[in-house]
């Protein structure tokens, strides 16, 4: 069973950069969706980013559109969030996630454990 693990979370100021890794212990391509997820306290979870493999087709949640930018390495076996110009509501756990549909998580089949992004003013 491949397995999914975040990293890279912070804690930063508001307009601050991070760069998420979901390292997977398995190979990727055979995974044709990869996308990134959040949630806060409180909060329902939301998709943040998708990638498709063969073009690297994006999609991205209009909240970070512009901010953020998801990449998949598949020779490495990682998935990657590069985001710029953070808010306060940026912050959350934030989750990669295989075979979703595009930003749509229910029929995801692995998850990761999440790795925390904070955000102040």
């Known amino acids: 069973q491949v397995q999914l693990m975040e990293s890279g979370g912070n804690s930063v100021q508001s307009g601050g950069s991070l760069r998420l890794t979901c390292a997977a212990s398995?190979?990727?391509?055979?995974?044709?969706?990869m996308a990134w997820f959040r949630q806060a306290p409180g909060k329902e979870r939301e998709g943040v980013a998708a990638?498709?493999?063969?073009?690297?087709?994006?999609l991205y949640a209009d909240s970070v559109k512009g901010r953020v930018t998801i990449s998949r390495d598949d020779a490495k076996n990682t998935l990657y969030l590069e985001m710029n110009g953070l808010k306060c509501e940026d912050s959350a756990m934030y989750f990669c996630?295989?075979?979703?549909?595009?930003?749509?998580?229910?029929?995801?089949?692995?998850w990761g454990q999440g790795t925390q992004v904070t955000v102040s003013a």
């Open positions: 996630a295989a075979d979703t549909a595009g930003l749509t998580a229910t029929v995801a089949t692995l």
């Open positions: 398995g190979a990727t391509d055979n995974h044709y969706c």
């Open positions: 990638i498709f493999q063969w073009g690297g087709t994006t």
